[in-house]
């Protein structure tokens, strides 16, 4: 232990940046390797490390004061060797049974460590450290307000999605909005959009669920309650037909299934909204019309014709909302690896020239001649005389 104690002081006497522990003695214990890089955030540096399982990685950071106590408690008759990066010196480290200790040294230049190990690291408008109830109660952090490793990946899939917000939201100076979330459901992404809006932009919000089910509508209303998120409330009610009277900024819409997003978008262009998030799913409707003379090719396999039919609906959306006067962006916003409905429609009001909405329109109208689709926005809008 102490032969080895020394060999780890030794090493550090360097500023080292990478360090990789692997070989474990048995097949015991945890951990198949260990990760240590170091790392830098405003000009703070400390060390991450990430310990390997055969399925998972889990990370934990820690300052540079603690690191050679960690290594050597990592070390310590749990594996075999570790190898230890600085600028300029590369260290392999073999420890016997016994405990012995042989440490070889090689001079080299290792910058390819060095920029791997700065890295600057995703400055996330959800931090970690913040106690954000809702993703608490969702299980991405823990009471202390860190990720919790398993949910990594939704914890950045949700920072993605207030991001694409925030990307409009910071565009002018609000000092309050008015937002209607249409088919909330019972997630929990709706409580952590009004945290965004109320705690951090600082922004006096409204907001509206609304549902079908009576039972998620009164769930909701009670957790928004226990929050303290007084101007959040949740209403019974369908997305095609809802009335209301007020101004409108933002409209919302998540997962609504098949034509539920045209109904979503056609009442946000009917309030006039100022912004409209939209992320479509279940688009059936082309898939159930599409014929096409010229382009069987694309209708003939059903697999193809499913996806072609999810990309040419949306993107007849994103015409219509330019024809209604938005300037619209179809965004990934989560990676298609993890979901293949990963696309989001960002529509903000905006003065669109004549010229644009003609084309834009005339693009649609030769999409519906051609495959003999008869989209549900399209009619909505033209029967309104909007289009």
Partial sequence: MEELKRTINDIFSEEIIKLVIS???NKDVKYNKINILLKEIKTKKYYQIEKFTDKQVFHKNISLEEIKSVVLEYTSGNYKQFTAWSNVTTYDVKISKKGKVHCSKKDGNNEKFAKKGHNKEKNYILKEGMIIEPLIDLGVFTKEGKVINSKYDKYKQINRFIEIIDDEIKKNDYKELTILDFGCGKSYLT??????????????VKMIGLDLKEDVIKKCNDIAKNYGYKNLSFELGDI???????NVDIVITLHACDTATDYALYNAIKWNAKMIFSVPCCQHEF???????NFSILTKYGIVKERIAALMTDSVRANLLECAGYKTQL?????IAHSPKNI?????KANISQEKQEKSLKEVKS???????SP????????????
Avoid: H, P, W
């Fill in 23 to 25: 070989n474990k003695v």
């Fill in 191 to 204: 409580f952590v959009l009004y945290y965004y809006f109320v705690e951090i932009k600082k922004i006096d």
């Fill in 240 to 246: 095609n037909g809802y009335k209301y009277n007020n």
């Fill in 287 to 293: 898939n159930a019309q599409m014929k096409s003379d």
């Fill in 331 to 335: 965004l990934e916003f989560i990676n």
């Fill in 344 to 348: 989001l429609i960002r529509a903000s």
């Fill in 367 to 373: 999409l519906i001649n051609e495959f003999n689709v």
């Fill in 376 to 387: 549900t926005l399209y009619k909505l809008l033209k029967e309104d005389k909007i289009i």
